[in-house]
């Protein structure tokens, strides 16, 4: 993807100051360099078709500079391999979806494996 130049440096800003995981990203087979990136859990509730019943799950996603996984494609996995909080370590999610902001970051949108 082209991102415009004046937003260049902004994602490694970003994660410098936001990231909170060191992780492995293996795209099409290939075991990328560790990156740090910003990797958060959200608490979601769904209401089921079935009688109103609620469902409680987490739901993950993965900000990294999107110059770093242009590449990146539904099925790829991530790794965690060092967590600031010390939580999700060893962990492998698989890559559902992504949302690019066209400029600097790239959201990748985990599922548990």
């Given amino acids: 993807m082209s991102r415009p130049g004046v937003f260049a440096h902004m994602g490694g800003a970003f994660v410098a100051s936001l990231g909170n995981v060191e992780v492995e990203i293996t795209i099409a087979d290939v075991v990328q360099a560790p990156m740090r990136g910003i990797f958060r859990g959200v608490r ?3 209401l089921l078709d079935l009688e ?3 469902a409680e799950g987490i739901r993950y996603t993965l900000a990294i500079q999107g110059s770093l ?3 990146v494609r539904q099925g ?3 790794k965690v391999i060092a ?3 010390g939580k999700s370590v ?3 999610f698989e890559v559902a979806g992504h949302i690019d902001d066209g400029r600097t970051m790239k959201r990748l949108l985990l599922q548990d494996r």
């Fill in 83 to 85: 967590s600031d909080d």
């Fill in 52 to 54: 109103g019943i609620a």
């Fill in 90 to 92: 060893g962990e492998v």
């Fill in 76 to 78: 790829d996995t991530v």
């Fill in 44 to 46: 979601d509730t769904d």
């Fill in 69 to 71: 996984i242009d590449a």
